[in-house]
Structure formats: structure tokens, C-alpha cells
């Protein structure tokens, strides 16, 4: 069965440190992987995607993400969090049914 | 490039009534997909439309039905609303390509009292 796992509900992190959020996959086939942010009542802003290619994706807001298909990964990740980075954020999977598989979601806290 | 626009953005509604969201996707923007989002959870699929055409369907009863207009529109409709269909609707468009980015809407909060 395809899915996608959020290992962490939250995750704190201390402003100007480095931030990891986790993402780990189980899909058939080349995975087409996905980072998305959502603010409070708001809809999924897209951050970044991999398809192909190099497996550091540079995304939207300084945000990167390393796929390692050995570890079936994807983690998202920046250098220097900021306060503003406080949102939910969800990874998700495209299978080969082009259906798009999210995780359930991490809450990224960024302290002062 | 106007995003992509849900009407209506709440909803209140009853037990057993039914209710039609509508969404309009960005120009150039052939597939629609529908997604339900329960608080605390990450979206689920329910939908995907392409060219008018039911793509992909998931896991929801027949009371979940949509449909894609010539302009490449949608609209999801739900018949005999539970409470447990209280949730952000959302939709989000793209091209149609696989490896294309899906973009969100805002997404429509429906309530069932």
C-alpha cells in the first residue's frame, strides 16, 4: 500500500537554528514527492517538489529538501528557522494512479 | 494570474441536507482534484478530474459525487451530509501533466449541525 509517514506531530525549534522536518514514503514505482505549508484557514501553499535529477531540491522561502531513496525519504529542511516558518507542514506522494498521498502533518513551532 | 477560487469559503449546514461547493482553476489548468481535510489530519483524495473525465476516486461513499465543465470548473456535491462530513474541502488544479505542481485553493469550511 502506498503511503506517506510524518514521524512527528510537532516540532520546536529555536529561531535563527537549523530545522528538519521528517518524511519517510512507501509507494510502487518513481516517486513524485511534494513539501506543502498551511497557515491558519488557509489553503496548502506549495514549497517544493522532487521528480528527477539532484536529489537536493531548493524550494520556495529558503527551504530545501534531500530525497535518499535508499532510506525512502524526503526531509524538509532550512539552514536558519525563522518566526514566521511557524505553520503546519505536510509531505505528500504522487503513486503511479496519479493519486496524491498526504502524511498527516507536522506543526513546526519557531521560538523567539 | 488569478489562483485558484472555491465558492462558497463557509458553509452551515444540517443533517441530511446536501451541498454543491465550486471551484474555478487557473487558466490553462485542465485537471481538478477534491480533497477533504478533517481537523487535525492531512488531506484526503476524493476526487480527480481531467478533461471532463473522472480520473481517480477514493475512498468515499457514492453520497460524494463532482463533475468538471467545459471551462474546466468543478463542483463537488454531497448528498445526506453526516456530522462527520464537517471538514476544509479543498481543491487544487494543474495542468494534467503527472510531474506538473497541483496548486491549492482556499478551500470551503463546511459545518453540519
Known amino acids: 500500500a502506498q503511503s506517506v509517514a510524518q514521524p512527528e506531530d510537532q516540532v520546536n525549534v529555536a529561531e535563527g537554528n537549523p530545522l528538519t522536518v521528517k518524511c519517510t514514503y512507501s509507494?510502487?514505482?518513481?516517486?513524485?514527492l511534494f513539501w506543502y505549508v498551511q497557515y491558519p484557514n488557509r489553503g496548502l501553499q506549495f514549497l517544493l517538489k522532487?521528480?528527477?535529477?539532484?536529489?537536493l531540491v531548493k524550494g520556495s522561502y529558503g527551504f530545501e529538501a534531500e530525497f535518499n531513496k535508499s532510506q525512502t525519504s524526503f526531509h524538509l529542511k532550512k539552514p536558519s528557522a525563522l518566526v514566521s516558518d511557524s505553520a503546519l507542514y505536510f509531505c505528500?506522494?504522487?503513486?503511479?494512479?496519479?493519486?496524491?498521498?498526504f502524511g498527516k502533518g507536522t506543526r513546526l513551532h519557531i521560538l523567539p | 494570474d488569478a489562483g485558484v477560487t472555491q465558492s462558497p469559503t463557509h458553509l452551515i449546514k444540517t443533517r441530511g441536507q446536501h451541498v454543491t461547493l465550486r471551484c474555478s482553476p487557473i487558466?490553462?489548468?485542465?485537471?481538478v482534484s477534491w480533497y477533504q481535510q478533517v481537523l487535525g489530519q492531512g488531506p484526503q483524495f476524493i476526487f480527480q478530474?481531467?478533461?471532463?473525465?473522472?480520473?481517480g476516486r477514493g475512498n468515499f461513499p457514492d453520497r460524494f459525487s463532482a463533475r468538471q465543465f467545459p471551462n474546466y470548473s468543478s463542483e463537488l456535491n454531497v448528498n445526506a451530509l453526516l456530522l462527520g462530513d464537517s471538514a476544509l474541502y479543498l481543491c487544487?488544479?494543474?495542468?494534467?501533466?503527472?510531474?506538473?505542481?497541483?496548486?491549492f485553493g482556499p478551500g470551503t469550511r463546511l459545518t453540519v449541525l
Open positions: 509507494v510502487s514505482g518513481n516517486p513524485y
Open positions: 522532487y521528480i528527477t535529477g539532484d536529489n
Open positions: 487558466s490553462g489548468h485542465k485537471s
Open positions: 505528500a506522494v504522487r503513486a503511479l494512479d496519479d493519486k496524491i498521498i
Open positions: 487544487a488544479t494543474m495542468t494534467g501533466v503527472p510531474t506538473d505542481t497541483q496548486y
Open positions: 478530474y481531467y478533461e471532463k473525465e473522472e480520473r
